[in-house]
């Protein structure tokens, strides 16, 4: 009963949290300052030409009865049209709808390297405690955890793409298909902080875990290191490996839009920042709200694993 209370509670808050979300992207969009009609007219830019367009899209509407008529639309799944001179009155999906797996594929294969190589080397950091190789494998992960990767981006496409010529700096391969030699880079950069942070947080939840009295007992009980390590302290750094799972989604969402940027990739996050100096607010309004309720539902997902886990949390 404590669990399906704790979960109804997380889901209720979910729910406001995005509709506060929507709230203010949309109040963002009508209040600012520039003019998506003007900006698709430009030099051609008649006054009843554009009053047509705006009816069109229904922007000479009280700005309440938009509001009602923008949810409604989001409650039917429509994100409405976009506002682009490129692609003006095309449904948004239809825009995103090819950037949403080019995002995720390139979100996933960061995660899963940052992973296998930031669990490992958090480990052997906690067994080698204050030795050269945990402080020299800490130094490193500090390093790529601290550097921005708008930082990291640009130094490592001049010094490996265009200087030694290794590997190619645009590009996502064919349409569909991922290539491999152009996907190298931006994974390894993307996974880059995020391999620093696993390797340091983990490190962290180890050593909290072999410090524990049930630790010193299998210990005195004479139980081999490798027993005591794989079988009692790594299975229980796994609840507190998953409280860090927001940080870590928060980290993957923002990271799209500098990576796809940089490196041209066409999702999301470069659909995004192309929409901004669009000025096509359509667009931007709907991957604000995918990508925020990505976040929340992962966040949603995460306690109530964590609630399964830990019978503590539900109170």
Same mark, same amino acid.
């Given at each position: 009963? =404590?669990?399906?209370?704790?979960?109804?509670?997380?889901?209720?808050?979910?729910?406001?949290?995005? *509709?506060?979300?929507? %709230?203010?992207?949309?109040?963002?969009?009508?209040?600012?300052?520039? !003019?998506?009609?003007? #900006?698709?007219?430009?030099?051609? @830019?008649?006054?009843?030409?554009?009053?047509?367009?705006?009816?069109? /899209?229904?922007?000479?509407?009280?700005?309440?009865?938009?509001?009602?008529?923008?949810?409604?639309?989001?409650?039917?799944? !429509?994100?409405?049209?976009?506002?682009?001179?490129?692609?003006?009155?095309?449904?948004? *999906?239809?825009?995103?709808?090819? $950037?949403?797996?080019? %995002?995720?594929?390139?979100?996933?294969?960061?995660?899963?390297?940052?992973?296998?190589?930031?669990?490992?080397?958090?480990?052997?950091?906690?067994?080698?405690?204050?030795?050269?190789?945990?402080?020299? +494998?800490?130094?490193?992960?500090?390093?790529?955890?601290?550097?921005?990767?708008?930082?990291?981006?640009?130094?490592? #496409?001049?010094?490996?793409?265009?200087?030694?010529? *290794?590997?190619? &700096?645009?590009? *996502?391969?064919?349409? $569909?298909?991922?290539?491999?030699?152009?996907?190298?880079?931006?994974?390894?950069?993307?996974?880059?902080?995020?391999? $620093? @942070?696993?390797?340091? +947080?983990?490190?962290? /939840?180890?050593?909290? &875990?072999?410090?524990?009295?049930?630790?010193?007992?299998?210990?005195?009980?004479?139980?081999?290191?490798?027993?005591?390590?794989?079988?009692?302290?790594?299975?229980?750094?796994?609840?507190?490996? =998953? +409280?860090?799972?927001?940080?870590? &989604?928060?980290?993957?969402?923002?990271?799209?839009?500098?990576?796809?940027?940089?490196? $041209?990739?066409?999702?999301?996050?470069?659909? %995004?920042?192309?929409?901004?100096?669009?000025?096509?607010? +359509? &667009?931007?309004?709907?991957?604000?709200?995918?990508?925020?309720?990505?976040?929340?539902?992962?966040?949603?997902?995460?306690?109530?694993? @964590?609630?399964?886990?830990?019978?503590?949390?539900?109170?």
């Amino acid at each position: 009963m =404590a669990l399906l209370t704790f979960t109804v509670r997380r889901f209720l808050a979910m729910i406001l949290i995005l *509709w506060i979300v929507l %709230t203010i992207v949309f109040a963002m969009a009508r209040l600012s300052p520039y !003019d998506p009609i003007a #900006q698709i007219m430009q030099q051609h @830019y008649q006054v009843a030409q554009a009053a047509q367009i705006r009816h069109e /899209f229904g922007l000479d509407q009280p700005m309440w009865k938009q509001y009602l008529n923008y949810v409604g639309g989001l409650l039917h799944g !429509d994100l409405g049209k976009s506002e682009s001179q490129q692609t003006l009155g095309q449904p948004v *999906w239809s825009l995103l709808q090819h $950037g949403v797996p080019v %995002t995720m594929k390139l979100g996933f294969y960061a995660l899963v390297l940052s992973l296998v190589v930031g669990l490992p080397v958090g480990l052997l950091s906690a067994i080698k405690q204050n030795s050269f190789v945990d402080h020299g +494998s800490q130094a490193i992960m500090m390093v790529l955890y601290a550097v921005p990767v708008f930082v990291l981006v640009p130094l490592a #496409q001049v010094v490996i793409g265009v200087q030694l010529r *290794w590997l190619p &700096v645009t590009g *996502w391969g064919a349409p $569909g298909v991922l290539g491999f030699k152009e996907a190298i880079l931006p994974v390894t950069l993307y996974a880059a902080g995020l391999t $620093g @942070y696993f390797a340091k +947080s983990y490190r962290s /939840f180890l050593l909290e &875990v072999l410090s524990q009295d049930y630790i010193r007992t299998a210990r005195a009980k004479g139980l081999k290191a490798r027993i005591i390590l794989y079988i009692h302290a790594v299975k229980n750094t796994l609840v507190p490996l =998953a +409280s860090i799972v927001g940080p870590v &989604v928060a980290y993957l969402i923002t990271g799209a839009f500098v990576i796809e940027t940089f490196f $041209g990739i066409p999702g999301i996050g470069y659909i %995004t920042v192309e929409s901004i100096f669009n000025s096509d607010y +359509s &667009v931007i309004e709907a991957t604000t709200l995918l990508l925020a309720a990505f976040v929340v539902l992962v966040n949603f997902l995460t306690d109530v694993v @964590y609630a399964l886990v830990d019978p503590r949390v539900r109170l």
